[in-house]
């Protein structure tokens, strides 16, 4: 295992795209570090560059104290899972699993010991003499990561290694990466585009925009207080209502509604309001957000309502059994709103 450390971490493309700029991290040993943003924001970019599959621009990487901007990848001591599982098709999984082993000149035993005790963790004992065709996507997955474990490299990294799965099997795939992670302890890095997988994984997520680190932090921290509007708009499903208003002191206008600010703040800004921190009110009720209904979502334990407050898209979370009505009236809980900068969308206060 090993803390990995980046410092004024870039990267500049032919012509000047900047896909990486000036990133700076310090990722624990033994964390499980999750890098998330929207496709093009960097984040493959950045854990290739941790593997020396992309050359740095600028700045420093190290791993386990030793700086490896000019180390070859094989010489970093890092594993990869890749979303395409990169299984040899004419070799057997025990034979996928052994062969970077045995490009290492490792002793037979060795190479035994660490491919059963891989097949064991993983429970692909079954079909180690299978070839990757006769595996389902599940499986090809877990074989990929066992070619990581048999390494016992101080890191792993992750590129989006679910995305290949359908929904069932990724909310699967997710419990048993993490289970994993827990009990190897050792340093990954996970790079995802969906935030919930994000969420359920990281002891800390790093969100990017751009090339640029938007916000780190735990997830729930990320999920409480965003950095950004960007942030509050990709962290969190249903996705966080942002909309215009004007402050004064700590109550926020919307047109004729109000809602309390835990900040003073004056003038404009914008205001944000997780659908689920907020509930139907009696109709007419003085400040209230009227909510216009356009369409509804069933999710069985509770339907999210979509319409416009004041002409913005606008979303309510309700229990499934709740009334429904073409205008709904709507209050804030104590302490949900958010509040942001109306030029530049960074957090006040």
Known sequence: MAAITLKSVGKTYAGGVNAVRGIDLDIADGEFLVLVGPSGCGKSTLLRMVAGLETITDGEI?????VVN????AERDIAMVFQNYALYPHMSVRQNLAYGLKN??????EISRRVDEAARILEIGAFL??????????QRQRVAMGRAIVREPSCFLFDEPLS???????????GEIKQLQARLGTTSIY?????????????????????????VGTPLEVYR??????????????????????AEGAVAHVGAARVQLEIPAEGAMTLGLRPEDLRAVVPGTEGALHLKTAYVEELGAQRLVHGTVEGTPFGCAMPSDAALADELYLAAEPGAAHAFDAQDGRRLG
């Open 62 to 66: 190290a791993i386990g104290g030793r």
């Open 70 to 73: 000019e180390v070859e990848p």
């Open 104 to 109: 290492r000149k490792m002793a037979k035993e």
């Open 129 to 138: 003499d299978r070839k990757p065709k006769a595996l389902s996507g599940g």
């Open 164 to 174: 290949n799965l359908d929904a069932k099997l990724r909310v699967q795939m997710r």
């Open 191 to 215: 790079v995802t585009h969906d935030q919930l997988e994000a969420m359920t994984l990281a002891h800390r997520l790093v969100v990017l925009n751009g090339g640029k680190v938007e916000q």
């Open 225 to 246: 207080r965003p950095a950004s509007t960007f942030v509050a708009s990709f962290i969190g499903s249903p996705a966080m209502n942002l909309m215009p208003a004007r």
